[in-house]
């Protein structure tokens, strides 16, 4: 069984910032693709951030220039630093990685999501 866990996030005032942390754990499998997804109140979970094994980042349009993800592929980790934080930005924020356990099929594992909340 692989498990995803979060931590980071919180309240912070407009333009103030925030990093996001998730690590994997569990036994015998590999990792292809990690990111961040999110989902605000009454709207459907979009994708902010993914970084491929090899390093290669995409950003949803909305925050790039402002978030930035990266990956320790040793580490099993995946993080997202974000910056000049708006109140848009709000949502609860989930950890994604696409998990191939040795043996199986290919599966998306999430994490349970952390709030993340900009106001003033």
């Known amino acids: 069984q692989v498990q995803l866990v979060e931590s980071g996030g919180g309240a912070v005032h407009p333009g103030g910032s925030l990093r996001l942390s998730c690590a994997a754990s569990?036994?015998?499998?590999?990792?292809?693709?990690m990111g961040w997804y999110r989902q605000a109140p009454g709207k459907q979970r979009e994708l902010v951030a993914i970084i491929s094994s090899g390093g290669r980042t995409s950003y949803a349009d909305s925050v790039k220039g402002r978030f930035t993800v990266s990956r320790d592929n040793a580490e099993r980790t995946v993080s997202l630093q974000m910056s000049s934080l708006k109140p848009e930005d709000t949502a609860v924020y989930y950890c994604y990685a696409a998990v191939v356990v040795w043996g199986l099929s290919p599966k998306d594992y999430w994490g349970q999501g952390t709030q993340v909340t900009v106001s003033s």
């Open positions: 569990g036994a015998r499998f590999s990792i292809n693709a």
